[in-house]
């Protein structure tokens, strides 16, 4: 479940819109929120929920260092479907434009409970890059599958975008790439 919570955080934080959750979702909390007690801050002794805790902060991080996702978060052109329609393999792929002079950051959801090791994703660039945030990463309690860090576009069409790379998917898990500076 928490695997669930951590791939639909950092979907809904790259969305566009403001972010709004409950009172203990940034934990993990498993009894709803009451006005009358405190959360469970117990949970956070568990390295599941610990995991949520620590990808709530690093959403935060990544969010105010990618201008894309707030700079022009009320405009429709920041925002493109790279592959909304991957329902056999349970994927959705975006990418966030940016004010000019900053970097795009694209967005992929697997929501399914299964690796997709030689996923062919489209990109608005070829070039080199960075794995900002995987919620699979084994500092979230996740089982560690990723890209190591990078991936490398090459040009071709795929998915309407005029670049793509061979990525990592992993299970139940959100990643976002940005590109490297040249």
Same mark, same amino acid.
């Given at each position: +479940?928490? =695997?669930?919570?951590?791939?639909?955080? *950092? @979907?809904?934080?790259? %969305?566009?819109?403001?972010?709004?959750?409950?009172?203990?979702?940034?934990?993990g +909390? /498993?009894?709803e929120?009451?006005?009358?007690? &405190?959360?469970? $801050?117990?949970?956070?002794? %568990?390295?599941? %929920?610990?995991?949520?805790?620590?990808?709530m902060?690093?959403?935060?991080?990544?969010?105010? #260092?990618?201008? !894309?996702?707030?700079?022009? #978060?009320? &405009?429709? =052109?920041?925002?493109?479907?790279?592959? =909304?329609? #991957? !329902?056999?393999?349970?994927?959705?792929?975006?990418?966030?434009?940016?004010? /000019?002079?900053?970097?795009?950051?694209?967005?992929?959801?697997?929501?399914?409970a299964?690796? %997709?090791?030689? @996923?062919?994703?489209?990109?608005?660039? !070829?070039?080199? $890059?960075? /794995?900002?945030?995987?919620?699979?990463?084994?500092? @979230?309690?996740?089982?560690?599958?990723?890209?190591?860090?990078?991936?490398?576009?090459?040009?071709? #069409? +795929?998915?309407? +975008?005029? *670049? @793509?790379?061979?990525?990592?998917?992993?299970?139940? !898990?959100?990643? $976002?790439?940005?590109?490297?500076? /040249?």
């Amino acid at each position: +479940q928490l =695997a669930n919570v951590r791939a639909f955080l *950092a @979907y809904m934080w790259a %969305h566009p819109g403001k972010q709004l959750i409950f009172m203990g979702a940034e934990l993990g +909390q /498993e009894s709803e929120w009451a006005e009358a007690r &405190e959360l469970d $801050w117990w949970l956070l002794e %568990h390295s599941e %929920h610990r995991g949520v805790h620590d990808l709530m902060r690093d959403l935060n991080r990544a969010y105010v #260092d990618s201008p !894309a996702i707030w700079s022009r #978060d009320d &405009e429709a =052109a920041s925002f493109a479907w790279i592959n =909304a329609n #991957d !329902a056999g393999r349970n994927v959705f792929s975006f990418v966030r434009h940016g004010t /000019e002079g900053s970097t795009d950051l694209v967005c992929v959801a697997n929501f399914a409970a299964t690796p %997709h090791g030689d @996923y062919r994703l489209g990109l608005p660039s !070829a070039g080199r $890059w960075d /794995e900002v945030l995987n919620t699979d990463a084994a500092g @979230y309690a996740g089982s560690g599958v990723g890209n190591l860090g990078t991936i490398e576009a090459v040009a071709g #069409d +795929q998915d309407g +975008q005029p *670049a @793509y790379a061979t990525v990592v998917l992993p299970p139940l !898990a959100t990643v $976002w790439f940005r590109k490297r500076a /040249e």
